[in-house]
């Protein structure tokens, strides 16, 4: 569990430095937008540097939904 608030991850903080966030948790975000958002990402699409910056994740799921 991410132990902080929306508001005070930066769209360009690092989430594995910055918030800690590991491969398994971020597994668990991605999983997370494909729900929300109504997308699958295949195996050969998940590597931690797309995900590895809410603006990176955002970049991603738009790209999906085009």
């Known amino acids: ?4 608030k929306p508001k005070d991850i930066g769209d360009d903080d690092d989430l594995i430095k910055k918030w800690d966030i590991d491969s398994p948790k971020l597994m668990g975000i991605v999983i997370g937008f494909e729900d929300k958002f109504s997308i699958q990402f295949g195996d050969d699409e998940f590597s931690v540097k ?17």
């Open 1 to 4: 569990m991410l132990r902080a």
């Open 50 to 66: 797309k995900f590895r910056t809410v603006k990176d994740i955002a970049d991603v799921v738009r790209a999906k939904q085009a």
